[in-house]
C-alpha cells in the first residue's frame, strides 16, 4: 500500500487572462520508507508537485491520496493537521521564523500539537539541533545563520516531530556543493535508521548520486518513472 | 497556549515602533474615555446633588389638572395650578415609606410696585420656612440678614432678584434693620448711589381678580448653593404673605390651608398691621393695603397657593418606583395629583443637562470609535506585512485558530499595558482636575459640570465601565485584522519568495 497515490492530478494556475498548466496529469506513487529524487528542468512542475503532496497547494483535478486520505477532499483543519502531524517540510527559501532563535524554531511544530512537555519538546529540538550540526548556534536567530546553517534549521524542524513524509524543495540548490552534500548526507542517513519515506526534487545531476529512485518530470508531466 | 504568548510578545518586541503606536492609541483612548466617563459621572453626581438634594428634590407632585410637567420654569411666567385637597395629597405622600421629606411649594409670579418707578416682576416660592430648610438644608446659603424660621413673615431675597431689582430700578434690598453691605454691591457701585430698600411691595400675578397688594419685609438675602444664575430666579416668602397676595382666601377671610397654617396667618395679620403702621421709618405705598381691608372670596375650589410638593426620598429608594406608588395612592384615593420626577418638572433645563451629558458621550463614543479604526488599519497592515510569516507558520502546521490567538494576544498584552496605563494615568488626572476647583463661568458651563465647581467622578462602575470599553475596543479592533491573517494560506508564503 503506497503511502501516497496521485491519479490524473492537474494544476493549472491563473495568471491574468491565461491559465498556465503547471501539471498536465501526473500519476504516481511513492512507497512507505522510499528515498526519491524528483528531477526536471526549471518550470517544469517539480515545487507545485511537492506543494500538493504537502498539503500546501491544492489540485485542480484528480485525486491524491496520502496515508489512504483523500486530501483533495479534506477542509483546511484536516490539511494542517497533516502538515503538522505527517509531514515534515523543506522549503527551498528555508522560511524560518525570524523572531524566534535556532532552538525556538526547532520547537516550534512540536509546540502546536501542545501533546509533549515543555522538558520533553526542549529535549528533542536539542537533539535535533545536534543532529544537524548545529549546536553551538542554538540560540542565534535566523539572520545570524548562514544559507547552509539555515537550510539545517528547517531539516531539524521538518524532522523534529517524526512525520512519515519529509518533503524538500530544491534543498541544495541555495547551498555550496559542499554544504549540499553534508545536508543530503543527513537525510539519507534519517531515511535508513528511522525509515523516514523522503522525496526531494533537483535540478543537479550532482544530487541525483543520492537518490534510491528518480522520478523525471518535463512541462508538467512524468516522462520516467 | 505558551507558544502563543511567546510568539506575540518577541513579535511585539520586534516591531516596537508599531507596537508603540498601537500602544499609544490605546492610552490616549483609555485615558480621555476614563476623563470623559468621569466627567458624566461628575455631572450626573453633580445635577443630583445640586437639583435633587437642593432645589426640586427627587419627585414633585403636582395637581392633575397642570397639563404641562414643566413647572419650575413655567413659559411667560404661566401660572401653575393649585393642588386641591392638598392635606389629603400631604398625608399620601408623607405615608409612603420611601418618602423622607415633603415640602409643599406656592409658585407664583408677583408684580413688584415700585415707588419711582416701573413696577417689575419676581417668581416665588411661598412655603413654610422652617420646612423647607429641613427639607434642603444646604440648598441656600445666607449672604446679609437671619433666615426667617417658624411664623416670620417676610421674604429671602435672591442675590439675582436682588441684583435684577438694582438693574431695573437702582433699588439696592437689604435685610430690615440692616445697613448697605457695600461688598456685597456689583462693582463700581457706591452705598449712596443706590436706594436703600428693605421692603417689597408685592401685587399678586393671578389669573383671578382677587390678588391683594401686600408688604413682604426683607428677612435676608440668600445665595443659592448651585445654579444660583439659573435658581435665583426664585425668592423665597412666607406662604401666608404669598396666599394673601395671591388672594386665596375662603368665607371667613381667612386662607384655608391647614389648622396650623390657619394659626399662623392670625398672628400674620397683626404682624403686617405693626409692619405698615408701627414701622416709621417706611411709608405706607399709596396702592398697597392691608391684608384685612379687601379681601375677597377666592372664585376656584382651591383655598391655598401650593401648586408643588417637592418630594425628597430615601437614596436607597428608586424615583420610579416611588412615583408608581404614589401614583397608585392617589388614584386609589381619588386625589387630584401626580407625581412627576425632578427632571420632567426642570423642563428645558433639565433637557440641557441630558443633552450637555449626550455630547460629552458622543465625544467619549467619538474617541472609542476613532480608536477601533486606527487600531484595526494599524493591524491590517501589520497583518499584510506578515503574509509570509504567517503563511509559513501554516505551512509548518499552524491552525487558523493560532493565527487569530497570535493577533488577539499581540494586541491583548498592548491593551492591558497601555491600556491600563491610559486607565490610571485617566484616574489620576480626574483626582489633579477635582482639587483645581475649577468654577463654572456661566450658566450653561454650570450645568455642564453639574455645579458650580468642575468635579469630575470616577467610580469602581466608571473604571469598570472603562475596562469594558478598552475589551470592546481591543476585540472589535482585531476581528478585521484576523479575519485578514486567517486568509492568508501556505501559498503566500512560498509564491512570494
Ligand atoms: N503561483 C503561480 N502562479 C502562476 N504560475 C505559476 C505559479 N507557480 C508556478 N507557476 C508556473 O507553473 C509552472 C511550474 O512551476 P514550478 O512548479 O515552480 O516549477 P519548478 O519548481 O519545477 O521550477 C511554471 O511555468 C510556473 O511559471
Ligand atoms: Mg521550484
Given at each position: 500500500m503506497p503511502i501516497i497515490q496521485l491519479s490524473n492530478v492537474t494544476k493549472d494556475y491563473a495568471l491574468g487572462e491565461t491559465l498556465v498548466s503547471a501539471l498536465r496529469g501526473v500519476d504516481f506513487s511513492v512507497e512507505k520508507g522510499e528515498f526519491l529524487s524528483i528531477i526536471g528542468p526549471s518550470g517544469s512542475g517539480k515545487t507545485t508537485l511537492l506543494n500538493i503532496i504537502g498539503c500546501i497547494d491544492t489540485a485542480t483535478t484528480g485525486s491524491v491520496m496520502i496515508s489512504d486520505q483523500e486530501i483533495t477532499k479534506m477542509n483546511d483543519e484536516g490539511r494542517t493537521d497533516l502538515r503538522l502531524y505527517k509531514i515534515g517540510f523543506i522549503f527551498q527559501t528555508f522560511?524560518?521564523?525570524?523572531?524566534?532563535?535556532v532552538l525556538e524554531n526547532i520547537e516550534f511544530p512540536l509546540l502546536l500539537m501542545d501533546k509533549l512537555s515543555k522538558e520533553e519538546i526542549r529535549k528533542r529540538a536539542q537533539e535535533h539541533a545536534d543532529a544537524v550540526g548545529l549546536t553551538q548556534y542554538t540560540h542565534h536567530r535566523p539572520s545570524e545563520l548562514s544559507g547552509g546553517q539555515r537550510q539545517r534549521v528547517a531539516i531539524a524542524r521538518a524532522l523534529v516531530t517524526n512525520p512519515d513524509i519529509v518533503l524538500a524543495d530544491e534543498p541544495t540548490a541555495n547551498l555550496d556543493s559542499k554544504t549540499g552534500a553534508t545536508i543530503l548526507q543527513l537525510m539519507q542517513h534519517l531515511n535508513e535508521t528511522q525509515k523516514t519515506t523522503f522525496i526531494f526534487s533537483t535540478h543537479d545531476p550532482e544530487v541525483l548520486q543520492y537518490a534510491r529512485r528518480i522520478v523525471k518530470i518535463k512541462d508538467g508531466r512524468i516522462v520516467e518513472s | 497556549m505558551n507558544i502563543v504568548f511567546r510568539i506575540a510578545w518577541k513579535n511585539l518586541m520586534r516591531h516596537r515602533g508599531k507596537s508603540l503606536v498601537i500602544g499609544s492609541i490605546l492610552f490616549t483612548g483609555a485615558l480621555i474615555m476614563t476623563v470623559g466617563n468621569a466627567v458624566i459621572s461628575g455631572l450626573d453626581a453633580g445635577l443630583a446633588q445640586n437639583?435633587?438634594?437642593?432645589?426640586?428634590?427627587?419627585i414633585v407632585v403636582v395637581s392633575t389638572?397642570?397639563?404641562?410637567?414643566?413647572?419650575?420654569?413655567t413659559p411667560m411666567g404661566e401660572p401653575v395650578e393649585s393642588i386641591d385637597q392638598l392635606a389629603d395629597v400631604l398625608k399620601v405622600v408623607t405615608a409612603n415609606?420611601?418618602?423622607?421629606h415633603a415640602l409643599p411649594v406656592a409658585k407664583g409670579v408677583v408684580t413688584v410696585l415700585n415707588e419711582d418707578s416701573e413696577p417689575s416682576f419676581q417668581m416665588l416660592f411661598g412655603v413654610d420656612f422652617d420646612n423647607y430648610f429641613r427639607t434642603f438644608p444646604d440648598g441656600l446659603q445666607l449672604v446679609e440678614g437671619t433666615l426667617p424660621s417658624g411664623n416670620t413673615l417676610g421674604l429671602i431675597l435672591s442675590t439675582q432678584s436682588r441684583e435684577e431689582l438694582f438693574k431695573f430700578a437702582n433699588l439696592w434690598a437689604v435685610p430690615v434693620g440692616e445697613g448697605i453691605v457695600t461688598r456685597n454691591l456689583p462693582a463700581g457701585v457706591t452705598p449712596d448711589s443706590v436706594i436703600r430698600k428693605d421692603q417689597m411691595v408685592y401685587m399678586g400675578f393671578s389669573d383671578r381678580n382677587t390678588s391683594l397688594d401686600i408688604i413682604a419685609p426683607v428677612r435676608a438675602i440668600g445665595k443659592y448653593a448651585a445654579f444660583n444664575g439659573l435658581w435665583g430666579f426664585f425668592s423665597l416668602i412666607d406662604i401666608q404673605s404669598y396666599n394673601q397676595c395671591m388672594g386665596y382666601f375662603d368665607d371667613q377671610e381667612a386662607p384655608i390651608i391647614a389648622e396650623k397654617d390657619q394659626k399662623l396667618l392670625n398672628h400674620s395679620e397683626q404682624n403686617l398691621d405693626e409692619m405698615l403702621f408701627g414701622n416709621a421709618e417706611t411709608t405706607p405705598i399709596s396702592q398697597s393695603t392691608t391684608a384685612t381691608s379687601t379681601a375677597t372670596v377666592a372664585t376656584t375650589s382651591s383655598t391655598s397657593g401650593y401648586n408643588l410638593i417637592l418630594v425628597r426620598i430615601d437614596p436607597k429608594q428608586t424615583i420610579p418606583d416611588t412615583i408608581l406608588q404614589l401614583n397608585q395612592s392617589f388614584k386609589k384615593q381619588n386625589l387630584p395629583a401626580k407625581a412627576i420626577t425632578w427632571k420632567a418638572a426642570l423642563g428645558q433645563v433639565a433637557q440641557m443637562a441630558s443633552l450637555m451629558r449626550a455630547i460629552l458621550f458622543g465625544f467619549v463614543m467619538i474617541v472609542f470609535i476613532v480608536a477601533i479604526i486606527v487600531i484595526t488599519n494599524t493591524l491590517s497592515l501589520a497583518a499584510m506585512e506578515r503574509i509570509t510569516e504567517i503563511g509559513m507558520m501554516r505551512a509548518i502546521g499552524a491552525h487558523r485558530r493560532f493565527i487569530s490567538w497570535l493577533f488577539i494576544t499581540e494586541t491583548g498584552v498592548l491593551s492591558i499595558v497601555f491600556g491600563l496605563a491610559g486607565i490610571g494615568v485617566g484616574t489620576l488626572l480626574v483626582m489633579f482636575l477635582r482639587l483645581l476647583h475649577i468654577q463654572a463661568a456661566n450658566n450653561l458651563v454650570e450645568l455642564f459640570y453639574g455645579g458650580t465647581t468642575f468635579k469630575p467622578l470616577l467610580s469602581i462602575t466608571d473604571i469598570g465601565l472603562g475596562i469594558l470599553q478598552l475589551v470592546v475596543v481591543t476585540v472589535v479592533s482585531v476581528i478585521y485584522p484576523i479575519l485578514i491573517a486567517r486568509k492568508i494560506s501556505p501559498m503566500d508564503a512560498i509564491s512570494r519568495e
Open positions: 522560511n524560518l521564523i525570524a523572531v524566534l532563535n | 437639583f435633587r438634594q437642593r432645589m426640586t428634590g427627587d389638572q397642570q397639563l404641562k410637567d414643566n413647572v419650575f420654569f415609606p420611601a418618602v423622607r
